[in-house]
């Protein structure tokens, strides 16, 4: 062979090679054979193979995993709900029962990062009631179940979690409560990437980094591919199943979908490859609709329902497939109306149109305060662009807590992990310093004494005893009994704090916060009846037998304080019958608590829906309806300012024990021309805001309209006012009932509690201004005296002698 032919390689091959092994390289990220892969369908005699090509043992191969005193086998004797995907109707018709506490042990040939799925559906069999079983499901670090049960035999659950595994045996232990059993359809425990989830995500709170990723366990709580189809097992390398975004988007209107070919996807060299997510997740998005046309202030909004005392790690997906030129779209990113990025710009981070990327987040559990989390991307007015903004996934997961849990506070030895037990330490410590603190006080009144029994005689009113206790050097003139009275009680009022602050004129007292505690029994969460974005609601009982209700917020938030001023001037200013009444106040030091009238019924909403209490009546509904009313009534016109509430909503309208409504919460109220509007920045709560004060940051008398006309058809309907569960068009309750209304099928949307015992004639005019309350145009909105009027005719026509004809809507 020649020497020089025999190291010459011709440039087609070079090329060729290369194309080789890029596809090679590609097909290796988009691949992933887990060296771990236990998949076992529990009950079953036979191995049952799914259709995306997985096969799950039976338990007669997987005999030797588990440990267990007593056991059954048992298989659906019907046909399951309709409700299961067909795809995994293999792995619901059968299901292993456990009498006593059983664990599975699994060998892992590689530790780090595992899937955990469980699979349960109560199936229909004579030997057991599967819908009264009561267990917990363990690892061997982490509390994945406590005391769980299903109950609804209609639909499946299936539960999805990421743990971290250090050792080579991994343990899933089924504990049945005392005097119940436990149940299982099937289990897999496969290898996950070791890059998956990282150690470290942007944390929201405190706009820093968040670490500790890989030492905490996660639940899967959401998996959106926003603007595409759903994405099923067999579509994802990792098995995994996305869901589309419908009914999570709360504002779909102003959104619009769009996609690609999934070929047209490109990955970046690093960090992100198909298994972080699909292409077919990158290959579709939402977008804003008519973006060039849309007000600034915008934002694309899609929420879900979480769990409150729990952290979560949220992550984003992106692909800018809408541009098309580079640096041409910058958009911000909020959680929960928290800046997570200002001017998003993808083609700085992805070098390339088409290309994915993806940014992970935590929010705190301190900052999820309504059991939510809403997730939004706007425009930015710093940078020029198209004024646009894009989202293609989401993934929501729980992280454990300080338990090492996943659902409760009890770890895996079963101690109990809350607050009692956590804090010992600090509440030691904090009776050594109140100590200190009484030995301080009782020295310092011993001093006093001593020097009150030498004092100088003759001296007059100087010879006070609370003379002594001021400086030496105090200007301060007691010439009287009532000055000196009065000047102490005016410094006790306006020297706990601060200077940024005036005492309110009115009848309102200072209420100390020892007083305020002892009412309390120390802030006792047994004692908490409400929850808000200032802070929580306590029951109190004062030392003369009153109740009252004590709103405690937080002093180290600057809107806390906003609001807390605002309410404070607001209700000093106030007083009607259809107002909750102010009581008084407490500033000490970082404390800032309100004090206000008990309201023995609570909120209007709980006696909508969502609790155990009595049906109200069509017309006490009315009633109420017509209370909350004279109260927004009396802020629009018969203050001496006019007044807009800006946050009304069934929470809000609080009821006495005689169930007489007064409306409540003033912390974001704003004084408003009774026909003019004030430019400001938008707030409120989401299915009630006025899209039109939304769209322009005016605020106007006409907000609350909107605001109110929601509430009626809530009245009407006792449903959520946004229920992402919903089929998409039901998910926003006032769209969809004007819809019903039009249809002529308004009768589908109203509470079957009631439906029947309602005047025909009644309903016509409650419905007329409930929609004319909703009117996209502020100016074609009617006044709250007119809304009054018409409620209060509605209550005249229900309470007409005349019979109640059938219901023709």
């Known amino acids: 062979m020649d020497e020089n032919k025999g190291i010459r390689v011709k440039p087609t091959?070079?090329?060729?090679?290369?194309?080789?092994?890029?596809?090679?390289?590609?097909?290796?990220?988009?691949?992933?054979?887990?060296?771990?892969?236990?998949?076992?369908?529990?009950?079953?005699?036979?191995?049952?193979?799914?259709?995306?090509?997985?096969?799950?043992?039976?338990?007669?191969?997987?005999?030797?995993?588990?440990?267990?005193?007593?056991?059954?086998?048992?298989?659906?004797?019907?046909?399951?709900?309709?409700?299961?995907?067909?795809?995994?109707?293999?792995?619901?018709?059968?299901?292993?029962?456990?009498?006593?506490e059983s664990t599975y042990s699994f060998y892992l040939s590689k530790t780090g990062r595992l899937w955990v799925r469980l699979y349960f559906f109560p199936l229909s069999n004579p030997s057991r009631n599967l819908t009264s079983a009561v267990f917990s499901v363990q690892t061997n670090h982490h509390v994945l179940l406590h005391e769980f049960s299903v109950r609804?035999?209609?639909?499946?659950?299936?539960?999805?979690?990421?743990?971290?595994?250090?050792?080579?045996?991994?343990?899933?232990?089924?504990?049945?409560?005392?005097?119940?059993?436990?149940?299982?359809?099937?289990?897999?425990?496969?290898?996950?990437?070791d890059n998956l989830i990282s150690d470290s995500a942007t944390a929201l709170s405190s706009l820093g980094e968040f670490k500790g990723l890989l030492t905490s366990a996660l639940e899967v709580s959401y998996r959106i591919n926003v603007g595409g189809p759903t994405i099923t097992p067999d579509n994802d390398t990792l098995s995994r199943t996305w869901e589309t975004d419908g009914s999570y988007n709360i504002f779909p209107q102003g959104s619009e979908a769009f996609s690609v070919s999934s070929k047209s996807v490109k990955y970046?060299?690093?960090?992100?490859?198909?298994?972080?997510?699909?292409?077919?997740?990158?290959?579709?998005?939402?977008?804003?609709?008519?973006?060039?046309?849309?007000?600034?202030?915008?934002?694309?909004?899609?929420?879900?329902?979480?769990?409150?005392?729990?952290?979560?790690?949220?992550?984003?997906?992106?692909?800018?497939?809408?541009?098309?030129?580079?640096?041409?779209?910058?958009?911000?990113?909020?959680?929960?109306g928290i800046e997570g990025v200002l001017a998003l710009n993808l083609s700085s981070q992805t070098k390339a149109l088409a290309t994915a990327f993806y940014q992970d987040f935590v929010l705190d559990a301190s900052d999820i305060t309504n059991g939510s989390i809403l997730v939004q991307v706007g425009p930015t007015n710093l940078l020029p662009g198209t004024g646009d903004a894009i989202l293609n996934g989401i993934e929501v997961m729980k992280i454990s807590n300080v338990a090492?849990?996943?659902?409760?506070?009890?770890?895996?030895?079963?101690?109990?992990?809350?607050?009692?037990?956590?804090?010992?330490?600090?509440?030691?410590?904090?009776?050594?310093?109140?100590?200190?603190?009484?030995?301080?006080?009782?020295?310092?009144?011993?001093?006093?004494?001593?020097?009150?029994?030498?004092?100088?005689?003759?001296l007059g009113n100087h010879n006070r005893f609370s003379s002594w206790l001021l400086p030496i050097h105090s200007p301060m003139s007691m010439s009287s009994k009532s000055s000196c009275r009065s000047s102490t009680t005016s410094s006790s009022h306006t020297s706990k704090k601060r200077g940024h602050f005036v005492t309110p004129q009115g009848p309102e007292r200072f209420f100390p916060f020892s007083e305020l505690r002892k009412a309390t029994n120390n802030f006792d969460e047994k004692?908490?009846?409400?929850?808000?974005?200032?802070?929580?609601?306590?029951?109190?009982?004062?030392?003369?037998?009153?109740?009252?209700?004590?709103?405690?917020?937080?002093?180290?938030?600057?809107?806390?304080?906003?609001?807390?001023?605002?309410?404070?001037?607001?209700?000093?200013?106030?007083?009607?019958?259809?107002?909750?009444?102010?009581?008084?106040?407490?500033?000490?030091?970082?404390?800032?608590?309100?004090?206000?009238?008990?309201?023995?019924?609570g909120p209007f909403r709980?006696?909508?829906?969502?609790?155990?209490?009595?049906?109200?009546?069509?017309?006490?509904?009315?009633?109420?309806?017509?209370?909350?009313?004279?109260?927004?009534?009396?802020?629009?016109?018969?203050?001496?300012?006019?007044?807009?509430?800006?946050?009304?909503?069934?929470?809000?309208?609080?009821?006495?024990?005689?169930?007489?409504?007064?409306?409540?919460?003033?912390g974001l109220s704003k004084a408003v021309p009774e026909k003019g509007?004030?430019?400001?920045?938008?707030?409120?709560?989401?299915?009630?805001?006025?899209?039109?004060?939304?769209?322009?940051?005016?605020?106007?008398?006409?907000?609350?309209?909107?605001?109110?006309?929601?509430?009626?058809?809530?009245?009407?309907?006792?449903?959520?006012?946004?229920?992402?569960?919903?089929?998409?068009?039901?998910?926003?309750?006032?769209e969809w009932a004007k819809k019903q209304h039009r249809r002529g099928m308004l009768r589908e949307a109203i509470d079957p509690r009631i439906v029947a015992t309602i005047n025909p004639q009644s309903l016509t005019v409650f419905v007329q201004v409930s929609e004319k309350c909703l009117a996209d145009c502020g100016v074609d909105r009617p006044s709250m005296g007119d809304v009054l009027w018409h409620l209060e005719h509605a209550l005249r026509l229900q309470e007409a002698p005349s019979g109640i004809d059938e219901l023709r809507m």
């Open 152 to 193: 609804n035999n209609d639909s499946p659950v299936f539960k999805e979690y990421l743990v971290n595994v250090s050792d080579s045996r991994f343990s899933l232990k089924f504990m049945p409560k005392r005097n119940s059993f436990a149940f299982i359809n099937a289990i897999e425990i496969v290898s996950a990437p």
């Open 404 to 458: 090492d849990s996943l659902d409760g506070l009890f770890s895996v030895d079963g101690k109990y992990k809350g607050p009692n037990s956590t804090t010992m330490a600090m509440e030691i410590l904090a009776y050594v310093g109140l100590a200190l603190a009484v030995s301080t006080m009782l020295l310092i009144v011993i001093v006093c004494i001593i020097r009150w029994k030498k004092r100088p005689q003759g």
């Open 268 to 336: 970046p060299h690093t960090g992100v490859t198909p298994l972080i997510a699909p292409n077919l997740v990158y290959a579709s998005v939402v977008h804003m609709k008519n973006a060039k046309f849309m007000q600034p202030n915008f934002n694309l909004s899609w929420m879900v329902n979480v769990e409150r005392s729990y952290s979560y790690l949220i992550r984003m997906h992106f692909c800018d497939i809408v541009s098309k030129s580079l640096n041409q779209l910058y958009f911000n990113v909020y959680i929960n």
């Open 606 to 666: 709980s006696h909508l829906y969502g609790f155990d209490l009595p049906c109200l009546s069509w017309q006490k509904r009315l009633e109420i309806c017509i209370g909350a009313a004279r109260g927004l009534y009396y802020l629009h016109t018969g203050a001496a300012q006019s007044i807009t509430h800006r946050d009304v909503k069934t929470t809000n309208i609080l009821l006495d024990e005689n169930y007489v409504a007064k409306v409540s919460d003033f």
């Open 677 to 734: 509007q004030v430019s400001t920045a938008v707030k409120g709560s989401f299915g009630y805001l006025d899209p039109e004060y939304y769209r322009s940051e005016q605020l106007t008398q006409k907000s609350d309209i909107y605001s109110f006309g929601v509430v009626l058809f809530e009245v009407l309907c006792a449903r959520p006012v946004i229920c992402p569960t919903r089929p998409t068009e039901e998910i926003n309750l006032a």
């Open 13 to 100: 091959f070079l090329f060729f090679a290369l194309h080789l092994l890029l596809f090679t390289l590609a097909k290796c990220d988009s691949s992933f054979p887990p060296q771990v892969n236990y998949l076992i369908d529990c009950g079953s005699s036979h191995p049952t193979q799914l259709t995306d090509g997985r096969t799950f043992k039976s338990d007669r191969e997987t005999t030797s995993l588990l440990a267990t005193a007593e056991d059954v086998q048992i298989s659906a004797d019907s046909s399951l709900s309709p409700s299961i995907p067909s795809s995994l109707l293999p792995l619901y018709q059968t299901a292993r029962v456990f009498q006593e």
């Open 527 to 601: 004692r908490v009846i409400g929850v808000g974005g200032f802070g929580k609601v306590y029951l109190g009982t004062l030392k003369d037998g009153t109740k009252v209700a004590i709103k405690r917020g937080s002093g180290s938030s600057e809107q806390g304080m906003n609001e807390f001023r605002t309410e404070l001037e607001m209700l000093s200013k106030l007083r009607h019958r259809h107002l909750v009444s102010l009581m008084g106040f407490c500033d000490e030091n970082s404390e800032m608590v309100l004090v206000y009238e008990y309201m023995a019924n």
